[in-house]
């Protein structure tokens, strides 16, 4: 009794999509040629084609393209790192202004 593909990529703790990367599957067949080495029972074609996206051979519309411009800088936005903020002082208000009264007098102090 054979497994079934999904079964051996469970085991191998992979998915469908980077075994088709990492055989370098490109079409079905490829698929059922190396289902039949591994032994096991391959799955449709329907879940193949799901998997392999096809390229567009349509242009898409301008509206489409100034969508997917609004969309990339709107993501760009977000990435940017938030602005560094000023570190605070973690000596209170009081005892701060009196050392900035100091460090500001220049007069020497006879001792």
Request: proline share 5%; charged share 40%.
């Amino acid at each position: 009794m054979s497994t079934k593909l999904k079964d051996y990529l469970k085991r191998k703790r992979t998915t469908l999509k980077e075994l088709l990367i990492l055989k370098r599957i490109k079409d079905y067949q490829q698929l059922l040629d190396y289902c039949d080495k591994r032994g096991c029972e391959p799955i449709d074609e329907k879940e193949f084609n799901l998997v392999i996206k096809k390229p567009i051979l349509q242009k898409p519309s301008k509206d489409l393209k100034i969508k997917q411009v609004k969309e990339e800088l709107a993501n760009e936005e977000v990435s940017k790192p938030a602005p560094k903020r000023k570190r605070r002082s973690k000596v209170s208000r009081s005892t701060q202004s009196s050392q900035e009264t100091r460090a500001a007098d220049t007069t020497i102090k006879d001792a």
